[in-house]
């Protein structure tokens, strides 16, 4: 069964930065677009930020400019890059396939306060 596992998460103030990580086993990574999601407290998950297997990129439009994705095929992991964090990122992080067809993993915890 294909395991994810998030980390990086961790309390940051409003404009700082946080690189979360996300490694995938049991799968051949490189032949999969990734995405990282998150899911705010009393909201719906979302898609946040994907990338093809060719490294295309593309980001939800509340995070285009802050945040970046990126993968590693030797490692088996995917990348988030987040700058100028606010408050309204706080979230517990996920990562997937772009089109999440694996078991989600346990997530890491953003919370952007002062």
């Known amino acids: 069964q294909v395991q994810l596992v998030e980390s990086g998460g961790g309390l940051v103030q409003p404009g700082g930065s946080l690189r979360l990580s996300c490694a995938a086993s049991r799968i051949t990574f490189r032949f999969y677009d990734m995405g990282w999601y998150r899911q705010a407290p009393g909201q719906e998950r979302e898609l946040v930020a994907a990338?093809?297997?060719?490294?295309?990129?593309n980001y939800a439009d509340s995070v285009k400019g802050r945040f970046t994705i990126s993968r590693d095929n030797t490692r088996n992991t995917v990348y988030l890059q987040m700058n100028n964090l606010k408050p309204e990122d706080t979230a517990v992080y996920y990562c997937?396939?772009?089109?999440?067809?694996?078991?989600w993993g346990q997530g890491t915890l953003v919370t952007v306060s002062s």
């Open positions: 990338i093809t297997t060719g490294g295309v990129r």
């Open positions: 997937n396939s772009d089109r999440p067809i694996w078991p």
